[in-house]
């Protein structure tokens, strides 16, 4: 691996650990998060709202919202 290979491995390491201490934090806090997943926007936690609007899939995300 070359020295950009090595500095953009840490970069990657250090943004996956700091989404886990936010997302692990809103868990401890009892919120929710939102995530894009299989082209769908989608609310988990205990205090999710409901979201049927967000159920259809969409390619990005509306620029209008």
């Known amino acids: ?19 886990a201490e936010a997302l692990e934090r809103k868990r401890l806090l009892g919120q929710y998060a939102v995530f894009w997943r299989n082209g769908r926007v989608v609310f988990e936690g205990p205090d999710a709202p409901d979201a049927p609007g967000r159920s259809e899939p969409r390619s990005e995300p509306d620029p209008e919202e």
């Open 1 to 19: 691996m070359t020295d950009d290979d090595d500095f953009a491995m840490e970069g990657l390491k250090s943004l996956r650990r700091a989404v």
